[in-house]
């Protein structure tokens, strides 16, 4: 396994349209995290996956956002009726169970760059 | 508020000199983190401090955390051009609270 994958790298839409983006994490990888970065700024955390569960949302995430993780492995990431302020780097990434050592640091996939005209 | 402090927000530097990042952290956690982030790329960890006191050195780049100070700083030791990045640091669990960034850029 080369890391963590994601489809599309870019995505152009144009406002009111839906977009969805996936991720595919490392394989042996139960946790699951999506991150919002725009120019400038560091990443803001969306929501995560523990398997199949999500385990915590961001406040800040609108009603228009909605991931799922079905089966534990691949998940997806979608926005409705897209506005221009959701332009950004849609970044995913993945850790494995964590042990006594740690265990919890996050594998950054190469990001999916959305931008709403 | 959980937040994340970084300074500077931008540093440039020559080649050979030495310099140190802060990062100021709202709140205790049992871990910190570093990443690097060329432009138009992803981040790409360096290192992760699990306890008061740890620090961990990878070429000539050496992090350190106090977690009663709630700081970590990022050490560089005679900089190459190559180290010209954006360095965040997070901290957290699952859900990590990031920096602006530090923009390093080194001039040969």
């Known amino acids: 396994d080369t890391g963590v994958s994601q489809d599309p790298r870019h995505k152009i839409t144009k406002r009111g349209q839906n977009v969805t983006f996936r991720c595919d994490p490392i394989?042996?990888?139960?946790?699951l995290y999506w991150y919002r970065q725009t120019l400038g700024q560091g990443p803001e955390f969306l929501t995560y996956?523990?398997?199949?569960?999500?385990?915590?949302k961001s406040r800040l995430l609108s009603d228009r956002f909605s991931a799922e993780r079905p089966k534990g492995s691949f998940s997806t990431l979608e926005i409705q009726r897209t506005e221009q302020g959701d332009s950004a780097m849609y970044l995913c990434?993945?850790?494995?169970?964590?042990?006594?050592?740690?265990?919890?640091?996050?594998?950054f996939g190469p990001g999916t760059r959305l931008t709403v005209t | 508020e959980l937040k994340v402090e970084q300074n500077p927000l931008f540093l440039s530097m020559q080649e050979g000199k030495n310099y140190t990042i802060y990062c100021n952290y709202s709140?205790?956690?049992?871990?910190l983190y570093w990443y690097r982030q060329d432009p138009g790329k992803s981040l790409e960890s360096l290192f992760v401090?699990?306890?008061n006191g740890a620090v961990k050195q990878e070429g000539r780049l050496m992090a350190s955390l106090d977690t009663k100070a709630r700081l970590s700083t990022l050490h560089i030791t005679a900089a190459v051009h190559d180290l010209s990045a954006t360095y965040f640091c997070?901290?957290?669990?699952?859900?990590?609270?990031w920096g602006a960034g530090t923009k390093l850029i080194i001039k040969p």
């Open positions: 709140t205790t956690s049992d871990r």
């Open positions: 401090l699990l306890s």
């Open positions: 996956f523990q398997n199949e569960a999500q385990l915590e």
């Open positions: 394989s042996e990888h139960n946790r």
């Open positions: 990434a993945s850790s494995p169970q964590p042990g006594l050592a740690g265990g919890r640091e996050q594998y």
């Open positions: 997070a901290f957290g669990n699952y859900q990590l609270i």
